[in-house]
């Protein structure tokens, strides 16, 4: 009969110091690409090197894969770490945050996708965030989606081509209990041929609301995110599949006397993460 040697806390320790050199060095690893990133995705040249659909990829593949012991929350707030500093070391940027409606939820938002290397700074209001995103090289904006009508129209300031966009809805993955749940929307100027289409998102102005547009919208695969008083108008936030047309969403809204309809940004399709035992 063969005998087993007991497993002591020193080899346990020592299997944990051997697997933590593997990740430090996979880690170091993974940024010794950083400069040929930088070359390949010509990222001198645009100023940012956010590409929103990828990272939204990963996390869903990471959250699909996931198994075992280990929380998912701490396997996605170490990636989105990883990813946010990739990101800013090929290109640095801040994270603007307007803290009107509090600072705690956006300081954790920020940090837990962002991480602390990457800077956070606050604002007093939507106005002066989207000002600061305009000014930047390729800084990053991110806007509570839960406040209601209190936070204004604050999407009306995204309109024109020039102007910063939505590029991602964050979480990306969506979950009940998500220690950084926060549902935020992130702006940053316009990505171009980087962006993910799909969702897209409309500001839109109209005379008066009723539950009739909301079924319209749904047809159409579309529903509004926020909505505010705009003087005698309400201000819509509009999000619609990339798969529909934007004609049919203007036609929906027709009924409502519509005054004006932009399209101000898009994002990866919500992944709702539901945990199997
Ligand atoms: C590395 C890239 O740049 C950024 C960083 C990523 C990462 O660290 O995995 C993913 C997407 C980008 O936002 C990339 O474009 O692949």
């Known amino acids: 009969m063969t005998e087993t040697a007991p497993t002591t806390l020193a080899d346990l320790r020592s299997e944990i110091d051997r697997i933590d050199s593997t990740m430090h060095a996979l880690l170091m690893e993974r940024s010794s690409i950083i400069e040929t990133l930088i070359a390949v995705k010509k990222t001198q040249v645009s100023g940012s090197a956010f590409r929103p659909g990828r990272e939204a990829d990963i996390m869903k593949r990471l959250a699909l894969s996931h198994r075992g012991l280990l929380p998912l929350d701490t396997i996605e707030s170490i990636w989105r770490t990883i990813i946010a500093t990739f990101t800013y070391v090929q290109a640095n940027y801040s994270v603007h945050a307007d803290v009107s409606g509090g600072d705690a939820a956006m300081r954790d938002s920020a940090r837990f996708h962002f991480g ?5 700074v606050t604002h007093e209001d939507a106005q002066a965030v989207i000002s600061a995103v305009a000014e930047s090289a390729g800084d990053l904006g991110i806007f509570r989606m839960d406040l209601g009508a209190s936070a204004g129209v604050w999407w009306r300031d995204l309109i024109g081509s020039d102007r910063p966009k ?6 990306f993955i969506e979950r009940r209990d998500h220690p950084a749940g926060t549902p935020v929307y992130c702006i940053a100027k316009p990505l171009a041929d980087a962006a993910v289409r799909e969702i897209v998102l409309y500001a839109a102005r109209v005379e008066r609301w009723s539950d009739a547009l909301r079924a319209g919208l749904a047809q159409h695969l579309a529903e509004v995110s926020a909505s505010a008083a705009d003087g005698s108008h309400l201000s819509l936030l509009v999000a619609a599949s990339g798969e ?5 969403i203007r036609a929906a809204l027709a009924p409502a006397g519509l005054s004006d309809f ?16």
């Not at 602390?116 to 956070?120: G, K, N």
């Not at 529909?244 to 049919?248: E, H, I, N, V």
């Open 116 to 120: 602390f290397t990457v800077p956070f």
């Open 166 to 171: 939505i590029i991602a809805r964050l979480p």
């Open 244 to 248: 529909s047309d934007q004609a049919a």
């Open 262 to 277: 932009a399209e101000i940004g898009s994002h990866a399709a919500r992944f709702a993460f539901k945990p199997t035992r």
